[in-house]
């Protein structure tokens, strides 16, 4: 499994044959209280214990970066994933890595 710090996202989206997405895994608490703003992602969000009945609603030939808060649900979400066929990263670090290398305004909990 690829593992992608938050200040590698960009690059990566960027040189992505389509608009990836940056999949937040957490639960809506967590996105209410911290979420990133993706420049060259489209940001959805769909809680870990969601994936497996929502799967249909992602589209495989999109690239995704899965992330959580610390980088470990979101590796679980990232390998299942992979496992059926998606193009998948993850976001080592999650977004408290995020807000210690991007974005410094999103807060850290």
Partial sequence: M????PA??????SQQAQRPVLLDVREAWEVQTASASPEGLDLVHMPMQSIPARLEELDK???IACLCHHGGRS?????????????V?????????????????????
Avoid at 2 to 5: A, G, H, V
Wanted: hydrophobic share 45%.
């Fill in 2 to 5: 690829e593992q992608l710090y």
């Fill in 8 to 13: 590698q996202i960009a690059e990566w989206a």
């Fill in 61 to 63: 030939s999109r690239p």
């Fill in 75 to 87: 590796m679980q979400v990232a390998s299942f994933l992979q496992q059926h066929g998606f193009q």
């Fill in 89 to 109: 990263v993850n976001v080592a670090g999650g977004i408290h890595a995020w807000s210690a290398q991007v974005d410094p305004r999103i807060p850290v909990y």
